[in-house]
């Protein structure tokens, strides 16, 4: 038997499937004779065809360049784009906005640290808060087992954060 593969125009339904593979067929019935073509077996599909997948090392969402981000793409900014874009807006140079922002890490740290509340008001507000002590349960085994108390950072975003984030678009 010849494998014979028949691509037809996508959309008439009087063509076949461009995707399937098609083989001389010698038995009976709608497809009988020696010069007919059948579905091969394993080519038959059913159903709505599959979606186009994503090459192999790409998401969906993806980290480009800044600008509207549509339902497939989500944007990042990291340190260095804000520390340019930052810069630009307010005439200054790129090194000072570095060491402004190292200061601010230098000094949330410490903040935390002495167990401070941060509040730049419209902005943010971190915190230092506790988790108190609890049982968990391991999700493999499902052994019980004692989770201690920890300190962890809170994150609040201020009323301007918030306002920018609920005027975009959902």
């Known amino acids: 038997m010849?494998?014979?593969v028949l691509r037809g125009s996508p959309g008439t339904p009087r063509w076949p499937d461009p995707?399937?593979?098609w083989q001389r067929s010698s038995r009976s019935g709608p497809f009988a004779g020696a010069g007919c073509l059948a579905p091969r077996a394993s080519a038959r599909r059913s159903g709505p065809s599959p979606a186009p997948r994503a090459p192999v090392g790409t998401s969906r969402l993806r980290a480009e360049s800044h600008g509207t981000a549509n339902a497939y793409e989500r944007k990042h900014m990291n340190k260095a784009e804000l520390v340019s874009a930052i810069?630009?807006?307010?005439?200054v140079p790129a090194s000072t906005?570095?060491?402004v922002l190292a200061g601010l890490q230098e000094e949330l740290v410490d903040a935390i640290t002495r167990?401070?509340?941060v509040a730049v008001s419209g902005l943010i507000t971190v915190e230092r808060t506790q988790r108190s002590a609890r049982t968990g349960r391991n999700p493999q085994t499902g052994e019980s087992i004692d989770i201690p108390a920890a300190n962890t950072v809170k994150v609040?975003?201020?009323s301007n954060l918030?306002?920018?984030a609920s005027s975009v678009p959902v």
């Open 87 to 91: 810069a630009k807006r307010a005439d």
């Open 19 to 21: 995707r399937a593979t």
């Open 2 to 4: 010849t494998a014979v």
């Open 97 to 99: 906005v570095d060491s």
């Open 115 to 117: 167990g401070e509340k």
């Open 156 to 158: 609040t975003a201020g």
């Open 162 to 164: 918030k306002k920018a």
